[in-house]
Nanobody, 115 residues
C-alpha cells in the first residue's frame, strides 16, 4: 500500500516559481518510476515529468527547460520545481506511482498562474 500526499501548490504570477512536493508512505525505494501529471480544467490528465529510482528523467516538451523533477528516497519524497510559470501551466497537479501492479494517485494540488 502506498499513500501519496502532495503539497506546494498555490497562486503565482506569470514568470514566478513554485515547488511541489509529494510525500509517499511506505518504502518508495522499491518504486521505480514516480510521475507528475497535471489536469487542465475539462481535459484529460497529461504527463508532466517522471523520474526512476536511478534518476532517469523524462519531461513533457511543454515544460522542458522550465521544470525540474527530483526525488529523495531517504525522505520518500518526489519534487517538481517549476520556474518560468505560464498561464497555461494552470492545472491540478497529481503525483502518481505504480507499485506491484496497482496505480496510486495523490489527492492533487492546484497551481494557478495569473497573467
Amino acid at each position: 500500500q502506498v499513500q501519496l500526499v502532495e503539497s506546494g501548490g498555490g497562486l503565482v504570477q506569470a514568470g514566478g516559481s513554485l515547488r511541489l512536493s509529494c510525500a509517499a508512505s511506505g518504502n518508495i525505494f522499491s518504486i521505480n518510476n514516480m510521475v507528475w501529471y497535471r489536469q487542465h480544467a475539462g481535459k484529460q490528465r497529461e504527463l508532466v515529468a517522471s523520474i526512476t529510482k536511478d534518476h532517469k528523467i523524462n519531461y513533457a516538451d511543454s515544460v522542458k527547460g522550465r521544470f525540474t523533477i527530483s526525488r529523495d528516497n531517504a525522505r520518500n519524497t518526489v519534487y517538481l520545481q517549476m520556474n518560468g510559470l505560464k498561464s497555461e501551466d494552470t492545472a491540478v497537479y497529481y503525483c502518481y506511482v505504480r507499485w506491484f501492479g496497482v496505480d496510486y494517485w495523490g489527492q492533487g494540488t492546484q497551481v494557478t498562474v495569473s497573467s
